[in-house]
Every structure is written in C-alpha cells, then in structure tokens.
C-alpha cells in the first residue's frame, strides 16, 4: 500500500455472533498489521436468511452487519 493509500475490507460480523472471533481481535490483527481504521461503514443484508426462523443459524444471521472498513497506514 502506498503511504498516502487505502486498503477496503468487507466483512460480516457472523463469525462475531457465532462466538468464533471477537471484534476486538480483529482491531488487534488490523493494528498488528501496522494499520488503522480510518472510517467504517455498515449494511444490514437484505437478503432472507435472516428473517428464516427455521434457520438453524437464525439468532446470528439476523443480528450480521456486513462493513466496509477503510484501512490506511499507521
């Protein structure tokens, strides 16, 4: 990345929700990467999985928050 450059991330929260990674792990392999979070910008899906009650994975998918983070140079 050059100095004055951006790395996107898109990421969905459901591994957060599974209980498989915390959010503050992923700040710290971001930091340890020697990069910060320079904005961050939420969507919920809109697709059905989260409003599907008989999907086993219901209680995480209708809480998921997919983002984009924007990632620069320490």
């Known amino acids: ?11 969905s929260d459901l591994a957060e929700h599974l209980g498989l990674r915390a959010r503050t792990e992923l700040l710290e392999w971001i930091e340890a990467g020697g990069l910060k ?13 989260p ?7 219901y209680f995480a998918r209708s809480a998921e928050t997919t983002s984009l983070w924007r990632l620069a140079i320490q």
């Open 1 to 11: 990345m050059l100095p004055d450059g951006e790395g996107w991330l898109i990421l």
């Open 37 to 49: 979070v320079i904005s961050r910008i939420d969507t919920k899906p809109k697709h059905h999985k």
């Open 51 to 57: 409003f599907d009650q008989s999907d086993l994975l």
